[in-house]
């Protein structure tokens, strides 16, 4: 699914209003049924409703949904703030509608508003500012906004809370952002939505199909994909039925330090999960019966060193390397990483600490190989670049970075993000947070490096292996609940994550 910019969005409305043919006053009029639709799904008629209503299209959206919901006997008051004497055409047709239907329901703030009591059995439904919206909110919109925050009213926002912007909000003022407790958005979820720091104020969220031109938004080039089911689907390889474990692919893992054996155990059971014929993993010689025991279907090669990993191997038999997980980063194994980086021709993963002694070594960025995969969490990621004040900037850094090393980046997090080296961004869909525990990362880097040894190209790799990470752990929350899942758990339930996509 495409995640349109803001000025995308204004270009799918014109394509749907020229040719479906519509006009946009029909347009709207249409939202404003599925938005109505979704309040009286959830807030009967006892329930009062102030509408807050901007002078742009939000508003007319928001007064047509007042006009539906008295229709349905609703007890609302819509206050439309006309302070610069404009109104967008449609918000005016809307106006004058709501004024036919029940004019005393209309109260248009001009000069001076004095606002309503807002009391906890109400609902407000924010329309003040839409998609459209380019800079803070200030003066006295900041104002009421600070006016509906603290007031105990349930608070549903149209398309947008407004004040937040669709993209970039690292100049917003948080304190002039509306903080809903629904999100009722049109067509999609915007790109801010999947930003952690944003969900304080979107609240849940529902998507409404308003049913915008399907050509248009085929036609319209995204930079930003949001991962459904059936796109994982598609990229799935069947299993040869009369396949050996030498052509199912042979991975290396290299993890774990001393103190640290269960990254290694973790990374090398979940490669082992994802489908290769053939798990190698190279860990200090403390790791010995940990590995031995824990993993016995690996094949284990340990390091000349007890504890640490000290040099380079030969990777030539292998199919993917996935490296990192729990290698601790003294300057021993930092020489021993950035040799084994320049020496291995195969595909590969780096995670965890081989991102940290990057970060401390970030003139080896510049040596690394093309197509190389990075599993970064925010503050690895933030280490290897300089601090990022939020989650656009950190993703718009990771693009950049993408692109520049021509590498494969994923940011992981709720929704964890793939930027291409073309600069493309693909958003994964599944995951939950119980997730958020030590480990989990582990077993995604040994779940990318298992599909890339079983034949998968790095792209899809990377797009199978986050989706599929995700949907085991969504599987564990549902068993187990978010509180108790572990890392262990993810790795579980991955086979139900694949008996799912193979049914």
């Avoid at 000025?7 to 249409?30: C, F, G, N, V, W």
């Avoid at 599993?375 to 718009?396: A, G, M, Q």
């Avoid at 590498?407 to 693909?426: E, N, S, W």
Wanted: with cysteine.
């Amino acid at each position: 699914m495409k995640i349109f910019t803001s000025a995308q969005i204004h270009e799918l409305d014109k394509y749907t209003i020229e040719h479906e043919p519509i006009k946009s006053i029909d347009l709207m009029e249409r939202s404003a049924k599925a938005i109505t639709q979704a309040i009286t799904d959830q807030w009967n008629s006892s329930t009062p409703i102030i509408v807050f209503a901007g002078p742009g299209n939000n508003g007319g959206d928001a007064l047509a949904v007042a006009r539906m919901l008295i229709d349905r006997n609703y007890d609302v008051t819509a206050y439309l703030f006309n302070i610069s004497g404009h109104l967008s055409e449609d918000c005016a047709i809307n106006k004058k509608r709501l004024e036919e239907k029940r004019a005393k329901a209309l109260i248009e703030v001009i000069q001076e508003f004095e606002p309503p009591y807002l009391k906890e059995d109400m609902l407000v439904i924010d329309g003040l500012f839409g998609s459209g919206l380019n800079k803070p909110l200030a003066g006295g919109f900041s104002s009421l906004v600070k006016y509906i925050n603290s007031s105990p009213a349930k608070i549903v926002s149209i398309d947008v809370p407004s004040g937040l912007m669709t993209e970039d909000n690292s100049y917003n003022v948080r304190a002039n952002i509306i903080k809903a407790d629904l999100t009722l958005t049109l067509q999609q979820k915007k790109l801010s939505f999947f930003f952690p720091e944003n969900q304080v104020f979107i609240g849940k969220q529902k998507v409404l199909d308003i049913r915008l031109s399907q050509e248009g938004i085929e036609k319209i080039n995204a930079d930003y994909t949001l991962l459904e089911e059936k796109d994982i689907r598609q990229r799935f390889m069947p299993r040869d039925p009369f396949a050996h474990k030498g052509k199912m692919g042979n991975a290396l893992i290299i993890a774990g330090s001393y103190g640290m054996g269960g990254a290694a155990v973790l990374a090398t059971k979940a490669c082992l999960r994802s489908g290769a014929g053939k798990v190698t993993a190279h860990t200090p010689k403390c790791n010995y019966l940990t590995m031995q025991t824990s993993v016995p279907e690996a094949v284990i090669q340990f390091d000349r060193e007890e504890t640490t990993f000290s040099e380079a191997v030969d990777t030539e038999d292998f199919n993917a390397v996935g490296i990192g997980p729990g290698l601790g980063t003294s300057e021993q194994t930092a020489i021993a990483i950035i040799a084994q980086l320049r020496r291995t021709q195969c595909p590969l993963v780096i995670d965890a600490d081989a991102i940290n002694i990057l970060a401390n070594h970030r003139a080896w960025l510049q040596q690394l190989p093309k197509g190389i995969i990075m599993t970064p969490h925010p503050k690895e990621f933030d280490r290897l670049e300089v601090h990022c004040t939020d989650s656009y900037e950190r993703l718009t850094k990771a693009r950049e970075m993408a692109k520049r090393l021509q590498a494969f980046i994923l940011l992981k997090g709720h929704y964890t993000t793939l930027c291409l080296p073309d600069g493309h961004v693909v958003i994964n869909s599944t995951g939950n947070a119980g997730m958020a525990t030590a480990g989990s990362g582990d077993v995604l880097t040994g779940i990318i490096t298992g599909l890339l040894a079983r034949g998968y190209k790095k792209e899809d790799a990377c797009i199978i292996g986050m989706y599929l990470h995700g949907l085991a752990g969504d599987a564990a929350a549902r068993e187990l609940g978010e509180e108790s899942v572990i890392a262990g758990d993810i790795i579980q339930y991955l086979p139900h994550a694949f008996k799912r996509l193979n049914e």
